[in-house]
């Protein structure tokens, strides 16, 4: 069975904070992690994917991916209330391209 | 650039009735096609992938099915719906290589009542 664990939230920053979104998974196996946000009502959109151990930027997002801990974050610097928003984990064995998906971690920031 | 369309956006069914979403992408050629639930407040259950004409995985057993009739067409249909299948259902897709990141189409809400 391979899992993917977020912590559900909700998640309060104030705006301008940064926010930490965390993610563990089971399968050593796994290659390839990325960050979903969905918003209410709405599909998920690719935030960022990263698949090498270390810190991958983009603007204000940072993801950190760390194997040998089966663990890979999301940091959101700047935090705006645009950013509100449920984030999805996922995570690829690459085999057939399936991905496993966290339940996810509700943001909430706040003016 | 790639599209991916679904319809309908929003549909409501009687318990029993029959079901049919349609998935299209454009811009790509011979994508890995997924079908995603999101019961509310729940996370995404992976239903069905296709990677190619024809060929259909299924991962939940269920009263769903799915085909694929054209490269770049993806059918979920139901005979009889159930009170259950009520949820926000996603199509994805992914290019054919590895390390391929997963698109989402704009995602049908279907109520079953």
């Known amino acids: 069975q391979k899992e993917v664990e977020q912590n559900s939230g909700p998640l309060s920053v104030p705006e301008g904070a940064i926010a930490s979104l965390n993610c563990t998974y089971s399968?050593?196996?796994?290659?390839?992690f990325f960050w979903y946000r969905q918003y209410s009502g709405k599909s998920p959109e690719l935030i960022m994917s990263i698949y090498s151990n270390g810190d991958k930027e983009d603007g204000r997002f940072t993801a950190q991916l760390n194997k040998a801990s089966q663990y890979v974050s999301l940091l959101i610097r700047d935090s705006q209330p645009s950013d509100s928003a449920t984030y999805l984990c996922?995570?690829?064995?690459?085999?057939?391209?399936?991905?496993?998906f966290g339940t996810g971690t509700s943001l909430t920031v706040i003016p | 650039s790639q599209t991916i369309h679904q319809w309908p956006a929003t549909l409501v069914q009687p318990v029993g009735s029959p079901l049919s979403l349609e998935c299209t992408v454009e811009g790509t050629s011979n994508p890995n096609l997924y079908w995603y639930r999101q019961a509310a407040g729940r996370g995404l259950q992976l239903l069905f992938y296709s990677v190619g004409i024809g060929q259909i995985s299924s991962e939940v057993p269920q009263n769903l099915s799915a085909s694929r009739p054209q490269d770049r067409q993806f059918i979920l249909s139901s005979k009889k719906l159930l009170l259950s299948d009520s949820g926000f259902y996603l199509c994805?897709?992914?290019?054919?290589?590895?390390?391929?990141?997963?698109?989402f189409g704009p995602g049908t809400r279907l109520l079953v009542l």
């Open positions: 996922a995570v690829s064995e690459n085999t057939g391209n399936q991905f496993y």
């Open positions: 994805a897709w992914s290019a054919d290589r590895v390390q391929e990141t997963q698109y």
């Open positions: 399968d050593r196996g796994s290659q390839s």
